[in-house]
């Protein structure tokens, strides 16, 4: 059998401020909307510009600093993979939805006052938030 590959990066602006859920077991769930725009230059020299939303899906520690750390039209960079949920409503209609399932959240901007740039993903964004207070950037060598 082959592997496969199924990996998105984006980098865009939240169209709306995160939501924060829990499954029936407990475990934590955030999504939010991304808004990612590119432009160009058509034929007729006119400017044009396309943007694409998407849904974003974060679970358990990222779920958590999601919720915490995005608002609205701030920008972040998003990295995960594609899933395409499906389900019957009360009528018996399917409906289908493609989301990206967030492994790694950085914020972009705007920068804290500090100006540092967090970088969370879900094994290791918790526990630093959880620590006591420390420079993000000491911990994140970049």
């Known amino acids: 059998m082959t592997r496969g590959l199924n990996k998105v990066m984006i980098i865009g602006n939240i169209g709306r401020d995160p939501e924060l859920r829990y499954t029936p077991s407990g475990k934590p769930v955030t ?4 808004a990612s725009s590119r432009s160009w230059i058509a ?6 510009e396309e943007t ?5 899906v974060a ?8 919720n915490q750390k995005l608002a609205k039209s701030q920008q972040v960079y998003v990295e995960g993979r594609l899933q395409t949920r499906s389900w019957e409503d009360d009528r018996g209609q399917r409906h289908f939805r493609t989301e990206i ?10 920068r804290d006052k500090n100006n540092a740039r967090h970088d969370y993903n879900n094994e290791e ?3 630093l938030d959880l620590m006591d207070p420390i420079d ?5 060598s970049f």
């Not at 999504?31 to 991304?34: H, K, M, Q, T």
């Open 31 to 34: 999504s939010f909307s991304l």
């Open 43 to 48: 034929p007729d020299g006119e400017r044009r």
């Open 52 to 56: 694409e939303w998407f849904n974003v």
């Open 59 to 66: 679970w358990g520690n990222l779920a958590e600093i999601c």
């Open 101 to 110: 399932v967030a492994n790694e959240m950085i914020i972009l901007g705007p």
């Open 125 to 127: 964004s918790l526990a």
């Open 136 to 140: 993000i950037e000491e911990h994140n």
